[in-house]
T-cell receptor, first 110, second 114 residues
Framework: GQQVMQIPQYQHVQEGEDFTTYCNSS?????IQWYKQRPGGHPVFLIQ?????EVKKQKRLTFQFGEAKKNSSLHITATQTTDVGTYFC??????????FGQGTRLTINP | KAGVTQTPRYLIKTRGQQVTLSCSPI?????VSWYQQTPGQGLQFLFE???????NKGNFPGRFSGRQFSNSRSEMNVSTLELGDSALYLC?????????????FGQGTRLTVV
């Protein structure tokens, strides 16, 4: 079945540094979604990318969808303590079920 | 409008027992999915229901089962609990079972098996 791999598993940065997490799928995705889970919380939808090569921005967050629609990335510029949490990418497989990556846990030193 | 509601929030059970978890989706949402979250394993897909029918099933043993009612509320049941079933169980609802719809998660039920 489809696998969605995410790297790195953990990332610790100093406040103000940039952060990037990468997502790779074993198959071509129809779209990719990104979620954020704060410590002790539940995943919350951030954004969806649909088109090949698509780039979307939300303030300091930049999301990219690869040309082959098999990979994606989330980049945070100048991290803040409010960015702490685990970031998940997710894609729908052929059966339309939402498959999540392992997540990247971001911790920040203030 | 109210979000996804999962009950109970916390549960402690003994090995061999069974447990039933409940999920009430957002009003109007017809698709409900269940995930198991454990440290280091991310979100593992359990099953998805749409209009009372199971659309998809993950790679979990038959001890894990679920159902959806006509009002879209869903339950999942785990029988003969094992220590390894200790996890956060998350329910997510979507408006429809469509590739472009986002999932709204509940707070989860944290199950501890002792």
């Amino acid at each position: 079945g489809q696998q969605v791999m995410q790297i790195p598993q953990y990332q610790h940065v100093q406040e103000g540094e940039d952060f990037t997490t990468y997502c790779n799928s074993s198959t071509t995705l129809s779209n990719i979604q990104w979620y954020k889970q704060r410590p002790g919380g539940h995943p919350v939808f951030l954004i969806q990318l649909v088109k090949s090569g698509e780039v979307k921005k939300q303030k300091r967050l930049t999301f990219q969808f690869g040309e082959a629609k098999k990979n994606s990335s989330l980049h945070i510029t100048a991290t803040q303590t409010t960015d702490v949490g685990t970031y998940f990418c997710a894609g729908r497989d052929g059966a339309q079920k939402l498959v999540f990556g392992q997540g990247t846990r971001l911790t920040i030193n203030p | 409008k109210a979000g996804v509601t999962q009950t109970p929030r916390y549960l402690i059970k003994t090995r061999g027992q069974q447990v039933t978890l409940s999920c009430s989706p957002i009003s109007g949402h017809r698709s409900v999915s269940w995930y198991q979250q454990t440290p280091g394993q991310g979100l593992q897909f359990l099953f998805e229901y749409f209009s009372e029918t199971q659309r998809n099933k993950g790679n979990f043993p038959g001890r894990f089962s679920g159902r959806q009612f006509s009002n879209s509320r869903s339950e999942m049941n785990v029988s003969t609990l094992e220590l390894g079933d200790s996890a956060l169980y998350l329910c997510a609802s979507s408006l429809v079972a469509d590739m472009n719809t986002e999932a709204f998660f509940g707070q989860g039920t944290r199950l501890t098996v002792v």
